[in-house]
């Protein structure tokens, strides 16, 4: 298997994926071992393929384009990691945002249930090329707004700063 590892260095090396008894993600790589959290990568049309594996201090451990390069035990620990970690949730509307001492603090409905998250005052929500906003909360969720343009009008309002 090709895989990334750390800085962009491309490299040749068994990777070894382990979903352990606490519900931590390791990935061992030949001496190296380490906990891990993934990350999806763009594009959003893939989201099983371009993981990025994430060390503690979010520095890139490995990078893994495609989990079928991976034994079938290490593709079910990831595959438990992704569902645990990859959650998105669906917005349906937007009740408030507040802006706060260096964070942006959000009230909103999903098709999950209601919602009160977190972002950065510098975190914008990132368009997507087919349509619609992701929003990553402080705590790694993804917030997805579909069709923003088809919210109710207060949503359409709080969300104006944010929309082109």
Known sequence: MTLTIGKSATVTRALRLEWRADGSLWAV????EQAVSVR???PWTEPARHLSLRDADEEEFAFVRDPMDLDPRSRAALEAALAVAGFVFQVTRV???EEEVEIRRWRVETRQ???MFQT???DW???LPQRGLLIRDLA???YHLGRPEALDRQSRELLWAFVD
């Open 120 to 122: 950065r005052l510098d």
């Open 113 to 115: 249930g209601p919602r």
């Open 125 to 127: 929500p990132r368009s």
């Open 140 to 142: 790694g969720d993804l």
């Open 29 to 32: 790589r030949g001496d190296q």
């Open 40 to 42: 999806r990568c763009f």
């Open 95 to 97: 009740l408030e945002i």
